[in-house]
């Protein structure tokens, strides 16, 4: 699976969208959907094919991980959910792009890359939230955990 790391992440229009941005960046960067298109028309698309309201809302955002995963297969894309430790994040993010939920944070980013300076990189639509921006350190990460990481295995 490849994915352009340096995909611009425009900031979040709503505040309950950060699952969608989220998304809309994963198909973005991989080459799977949406990249010729005006980046609202394409977060609105994801927001449609994800569940509004159903599986993400203005009053509770993103409903469940399953609703990530669940949109991600629409696209033909394979992800898996695993709560995971600094170590086990930095390791996916070396090799495969996905989600990251802080739980603390109760915010999801994209995953961008492991960072050569032992930072996570994240594709974050609103930086400066709860001082994370465009990467995650190990103490940012264990003062907002437990934190779920989607990833994208392959393609269906």
């Known amino acids: 699976m490849t994915w352009d790391p340096d995909w611009f992440m425009p900031g979040q229009a709503y505040n309950w969208t950060c699952s969608v941005c989220s998304v809309t960046w994963l198909v973005q960067s991989t080459d799977t959907a949406y990249q010729e298109?005006?980046?609202?028309?394409?977060?609105?698309?994801?927001?449609e094919r994800m569940g509004h309201p159903s599986c993400v809302n203005a009053t509770y955002g993103c409903m469940s991980d399953q609703c990530v995963i669940d949109v991600l297969a629409s696209y033909g894309l394979v992800a898996r959910?695993?709560?995971?430790?600094?170590?086990?994040?930095?390791?996916?993010?070396?090799?495969?792009?996905?989600?990251?939920?802080?739980?603390?944070?109760?915010?999801?980013?994209?995953?961008?890359?492991?960072?050569?300076?032992?930072?996570?990189?994240?594709?974050?639509?609103?930086?400066g939230y709860m001082?994370?921006?465009?990467?995650?350190?190990?103490?940012?990460?264990n003062a907002l955990g437990p934190v779920s990481v989607i990833y994208v295995e392959s393609r269906a």
């Open 37 to 47: 298109a005006d980046i609202y028309e394409a977060r609105y698309a994801v927001g």
């Open 81 to 127: 959910q695993a709560y995971v430790t600094f170590d086990q994040a930095y390791a996916i993010a070396r090799t495969n792009t996905g989600t990251i939920n802080p739980q603390g944070q109760y915010h999801f980013m994209a995953l961008r890359a492991a960072n050569l300076d032992g930072t996570i990189g994240v594709a974050n639509s609103a930086q």
């Open 131 to 141: 001082g994370v921006y465009d990467s995650l350190s190990r103490s940012q990460f």
